[in-house]
């Protein structure tokens, strides 16, 4: 398995903890905030964003799916909206996002449907072949092994199966790069340290996206890990893409 700049990008640099560790930490730490946050630095926006991720499952028709990095299950609760499937699993290494994942569905009576557990993508807690579907919003960029967390998922998904992650990206016009960049490096961690006292978090969120392999070079480390029939598409200017590969 090779390594990447992004895996050795971590919230706390001081910290002697590994990157999985630090990143379920820091998320146990702004869990109670995260959704506010979202909403609140993205506009809005990052709800259309999972909607256009979840659309290319569409065709598909999952009765069974897995959502990898669940946070507070924001991506399981809009499958099960948009797409009706029989069971969604979401898993994540945050127990402190997963038990505010835990509270929606119970308001909003979708616990039947929907089970939230604690799971590493390194070595995921399901047999071969299990799952119709694969959903990642937001979370690959936090795997610490990210080749390793693909060949999981490749494992647990059917014949026929497909992965849709949502990342972050960045853009490439030049004026409206040149915002992004002033949004991302200053805005962001600002306001995060504003509402959440954990600027490093927001911090982190910036440093993890710039080195992310975006782009060709993610459709070629899927591709290396046996996904076939990759594709990307572009949203909002590159702020966001949506990458896919079948099994």
Not at 89 to 107: C, P, Q, V
Not at 130 to 156: C, D, H, P, W, Y
Not at 179 to 191: K, W
Request: some cysteine; hydrophobic content about 40%.
């Amino acid at each position: 398995m090779g390594k990447f700049a992004h895996d050795e990008i971590v919230p706390f640099r001081e910290s002697g903890l590994t990157k999985k560790e630090q990143v379920a930490d820091m998320f146990n730490n702004i869990a109670f905030k995260y959704d506010f946050l979202n909403r609140f630095l993205s506009v809005g926006i990052d709800i259309w964003w999972r909607k256009k991720a979840i659309s290319e499952l569409k065709s598909l028709q999952p009765k069974v799916v897995l959502d990898v990095a669940t946070g507070t299950a924001d991506v399981a609760i809009l499958t099960y909206k948009m797409l009706n499937p029989e069971k969604i699993i979401g898993i994540d290494i945050s127990d402190g996002m997963l038990e505010i994942g835990r509270k929606k569905l119970k308001e909003k009576n979708l616990d039947q449907y929907i089970t939230l557990q604690n799971g590493d993508s390194a070595s995921l807690p399901f047999e071969d072949n299990t799952f119709n579907a694969i959903t990642v919003a937001f979370g690959v960029r936090n795997f610490q092994l990210l080749e390793k967390g693909l060949s999981e998922m490749l494992r647990v998904l059917k014949p026929g199966g497909k992965l849709v992650v949502l990342e972050f990206s960045k853009p490439t016009a030049p004026v409206f790069s040149q915002f992004y960049h002033l949004y991302m490096n200053i805005i962001t961690p600002t306001i995060g340290k504003l509402f959440s006292k954990n600027r490093d978090a927001y911090q982190y969120l910036n440093d993890s996206v710039q080195a992310f392999p975006e782009g060709q070079s993610f459709l070629k480390i899927m591709n290396g890990a046996g996904f076939t029939q990759t594709y990307l598409k572009k949203l909002s200017f590159g702020i966001c893409t949506i990458y896919c590969g079948s099994k």
